[in-house]
């Protein structure tokens, strides 16, 4: 699916759970260093482990799952009548363990890994394009703390993403006003 029929499918399934809280949690997968196999053994072997990763996915998710590719690294999956972030990193690290860790191609391992963000409703009030921001902050943050890992989205990730952003707005203001001199 594209990124735009998986909101579309996802806020079905949040719409029909009217104000009850939605049991839906949305992971944001990105394939750790997906450029360094591409630089180094070319797109043809990337490309092999992203449709790897995708026909995997497809295959191992339980009933009633959405998936997407949305292009290069990156895919999502939001798994419908999750409990709760227990369940659902559970499920996550299930996927992770089956997709594994290599991909045999001709007699070369291609290792690789991936960053997982996972992300909840706390309303019924949400939207599906928020629970994939808030998916895509909690993957950004397995990235930086050194991937092939699994976040769960909290609130203080969401502040600390735009903390970022306005401390970089002031920083890029201060430099055109000549506030701050580099020497």
């Not at 992203?50 to 799952?65: C, N, V």
């Not at 227990?86 to 997709?99: C, M, N, P, Q, Y």
């Not at 009030?125 to 928020?130: F, H, L, P, S, V």
Request: hydrophobic content about 45%; charged content about 25%; glycine content about 8%.
């Amino acid at each position: 699916l594209t990124r735009d029929r998986f909101v579309e499918r996802v806020q079905a399934r949040i719409a029909e759970f009217g104000e009850n809280a939605p049991k839906i949690a949305v992971l944001f997968f990105n394939i750790d260093d997906l450029h360094r196999i591409n630089n180094s053994l070319g797109y043809d072997v990337g490309d092999a482990v992203i449709r790897h990763y995708g026909q995997t996915l497809h295959a191992i998710l339980p009933a009633g799952s959405i998936a997407g590719y949305f292009g290069g690294d990156e895919f999502m999956v939001a798994l419908p009548e999750t409990s709760g972030y227990a369940e659902a990193i559970d499920v996550t690290k299930g996927i992770r363990s089956t997709l594994g860790d290599f991909l045999l191609i001709g007699n070369r391992k291609i290792w690789f890994s991936a960053s997982i963000g996972v992300a909840m409703p706390e309303t019924w009030q949400i939207t599906a394009r928020d629970l994939v921001r808030d998916a895509q902050i909690a993957m950004q943050k397995a990235k930086e703390s050194g991937g092939a890992s699994i976040v769960r989205f909290d609130a203080n990730l969401q502040d600390d993403a735009e903390r970022a952003l306005d401390l970089e707005a002031d920083i890029r203001r201060a430099l055109e006003s000549d506030e701050i001199n580099i020497n």
